[in-house]
């Protein structure tokens, strides 16, 4: 069972990880690339904050973001930015989220996100925590998906089998670490791929940051997954 209370505290946790680690670096790299193609660690630092934002939006009741065109412009604005303004930002975001995570009352009720996408309100808080983790692994400056807490590894790969599973473009697929197993892709009596490894690598194909080729896999090539 989701227990917001506590993932509310994980996001705390990850998010002073995350504004340390980012305090150490200089203007000219957060102008460099991110581990993401197309964008600057500044437009991953812009996003995470601009998300919390848009997190708060769904807890208040009003929709995550104005319109696609809008989210991606907010964070082509930002993304320049020094870093000073940067990190002043992402922790006056991640106080609105928490604050608006302290005012919740009906955390059982159903909220939209992007694209139709709905959940309960208790699962925001580990889906807050999932953004500021693996971007920041993608910001490429020394935390990586091995440094994860494995609690988080095994709960995001949890998430990410049940998000691919029905998928029509996914061969139904066992997922297993050695000690623990997931099914994923299109539902069937039997799997027709095994894909085995350790659970770090497992999260990074799972969530596109790892091209699976330390992967042991078995009944087939490797499954090539949707974007996310």
Same mark, same amino acid.
């Given at each position: ?31 460099? +690339?991110?581990?993401?193609? *197309? ?61 608006? *995570? ?47 807490? +494995? ?14 599973? *029905? ?62």
């Amino acid at each position: 069972m989701t227990d917001h209370a506590r993932d509310l505290a994980s996001v705390r946790d990850a998010t002073d990880r995350l504004l340390t680690a980012s305090a150490a670096l200089h203007n000219a790299a957060v102008a460099e +690339p991110s581990r993401l193609p *197309g964008w600057s660690r500044g437009h991953v630092l812009a996003h995470l904050a601009r998300n919390a934002d848009a997190l708060v939006n769904v807890l208040q009741g009003r929709p995550m973001y104005v319109s696609a065109q809008a989210r991606d412009a907010d964070i082509e604005r930002d993304a320049p930015r020094p870093l000073d303004l940067h990190l002043a930002d992402l922790r006056e975001s991640a106080a609105r989220f928490e604050e608006a *995570g302290a005012a919740v009352a009906d955390w059982s009720r159903t909220v939209e996100l992007r694209n139709g996408v709905t959940d309960t309100a208790g699962r925001l808080p580990f889906r807050r925590w999932i953004e500021v983790e693996l971007h920041h692994v993608d910001l490429g400056i020394g935390y990586e998906l091995e440094d994860l807490a +494995p609690e988080f590894v095994e709960r995001e790969i949890d998430f990410l089998a049940a998000r691919f599973t *029905g998928g029509p473009d996914v061969p139904p697929t066992r997922v297993t670490d050695g000690t623990r197993a997931w099914s994923t892709g299109r539902q069937a009596a039997e799997p027709e791929v095994t894909v085995q490894g350790p659970a770090p690598e497992l999260l990074g194909w799972l969530c596109g940051r790892r091209d699976g080729s330390a992967l042991k896999v078995e009944g087939g090539p490797l499954p090539t997954l949707p974007p996310l």
